[in-house]
Structure formats: C-alpha cells, structure tokens
C-alpha cells in the first residue's frame, strides 16, 4: 500500500515521501539531512524532482551519490539521470506516473501525477506539484508569463475534484488570508481558514489539500467567478479593464499577491 508523508525541511518546505513495499523515494529534496534520518536503515529508490529551485534540489548530490539511485526530472537540471517530459508516462513504485508541463513559476517546471489502484472504484491520485499550485495560492512568477501560469493552474484545475495536491511549502495560513481579502463572503475560505489554524496550532500540515478543495477557496483558481474579478479590478484600479478576462483577472490577483 502507498504511503505519502511528509518530510520538513528549511522554514516552511516539505519533501515528500513516498513508500510502498521497500522502495522508498523523495520528492524535491532541498536538504539531504532530514530525508537520511527519515529513511533511517533503508535506502533511498529515487528522486522526483519539479523544478530547479536550490530548495527543491539542494539534496540531491549527496542522496544520488550516498544511494546511487536515479534522479527522475526536467533534463535542465544538473544531476537528473532520468530525464522527463511533458506526456510522458512512466511507471513508479509499480503505480502508473505521468508528467505535465506547467510552466509559470519556472520555465521547466513540472507537475508529477500518481495513481493508485483503488479497487472497486476510480483509481487514487497524487499531484506533486511542487510551487505551481499551493494550497489557496499558487506560486509566484520568476520566469514565465501570466498567461503560461494560469494555462497551467487550469491544466491542474482540470483533474478529478479527489485528487490529492502535495504542494511543497506551508504557506497556506497566508494565502487563505489573501483568498479571504480576495474573495469576502465565501465561507468554504472561512471554515478551511479555521480547519488550518487549527492544525497548525498544533504544528500538523495542513497539506494534502484536494483539487476539488482548491476549486472551491483558492482564488487564482476561481478567476471566472464575477466577485473575485471585481475585487481583482478594485485592487488593480486598472479603468481600462471594464470586462477583464481571465488571464488579466489572474495578472491583478498576483501582482496583489505578491504585496499582500
């Protein structure tokens, strides 16, 4: 059975873990210590990683060379021995893998889907999706356009309402006070904002989220809802938008966003 964990690492990251029988692989290591003391006794399988920030692949040097194990990511980052690509499809702790293409934060950044068999019904699925999608927020633009990011959060958007989303950061006290101010009224943001004080009050994740939970508080997920691009185009003070469209909706969000 697949078992998804997370490992902290830094202030606010999480690398996660993933086991089935006595394979064991890490998603985005930026630190090599916290996952050599989680694994404790057994070896290190593989590495995912989503893109080339030094805080999702600061570890792995020393993890590839202490396990000799293969690196699975974009082929622009040093150190990936198993280069992958938008389509692709690999398997992975024996479960089918599949690569999607969501640039925005970077240019090479990847999103990793995993099923799980799920007898009797649709099969399970986790998303890492390292700093594309986070929980209520998404990642911020170091590289790609608005355009490439909202492409790539509705690509994301898309996928059944179930599916699991293992973001890579614990941002998402903050970025439920921007849904908040983004969006009044919507008490999913309300009630999922008290579901997370909660659990950080006492120093537990609030992560995994669901897709479907992110369609209904995330803001840069819901700018088709009329409310959200008004306040979209208040807080921009953009006269020239009188019927802004989505992308531009998005645009106003994270420049906000990035100033909340």
């Known amino acids: 059975m697949l ?13 996660w ?11 985005d290591p930026g630190d090599a210590r916290p996952v050599i003391e989680a694994l404790g006794d057994s070896a290190l399988s593989g590495i995912l990683i989503t893109h080339h920030h030094l805080d999702h692949t600061g570890g792995v040097a020393q993890l590839s060379t202490r396990f000799q194990c293969p690196v699975y990511g974009p082929a622009s980052i040093k150190g990936v021995t198993e280069p992958l690509t ?6 992975l702790l024996g479960l089918p893998l599949r690569v999607m293409a969501v640039p925005g934060h970077t240019l090479d950044h990847l999103a990793l889907l995993l099923e799980e068999e799920n007898p009797g019904g649709a099969p399970r699925a986790h998303l890492f999706c390292g700093d594309t999608l986070f929980a209520a927020g998404c990642g911020r633009l170091f590289e790609g356009t608005p355009a490439q990011m909202y492409a790539s959060l509705s690509k994301l958007g898309a996928l059944p309402p179930e599916t699991k989303v293992y973001c890579a950061h614990e941002y998402t006290l903050a ?13 999913a943001i309300v009630n999922r904002l008290a579901e997370a004080e909660a659990l950080r009050a006492n120093d537990r994740p609030t992560l995994p989220s669901t897709i479907g939970e992110e369609l209904a508080t995330n803001p840069f997920l819901r ?12 807080h921009g003070a953009d006269g020239s938008l009188e019927n802004p469209d989505e992308v531009q909706v998005f645009t106003l969000l994270r420049s906000w966003k990035d100033n909340f």
Do not use: M
């Open 86 to 91: 938008d389509g692709d499809q690999r398997e």
């Open 17 to 27: 873990h993933l086991t089935r029988g006595d394979e064991h692989w890490v998603v």
């Open 223 to 234: 700018c088709h809802i009329p409310a959200v691009a008004r306040r979209a185009l208040n």
């Open 175 to 187: 970025n439920l006070h921007f849904a908040e101010a983004a969006e009044p009224g919507n008490t």
């Open 3 to 15: 078992k998804i964990s997370p490992i902290p690492a830094f202030s606010d990251n999480y690398i």
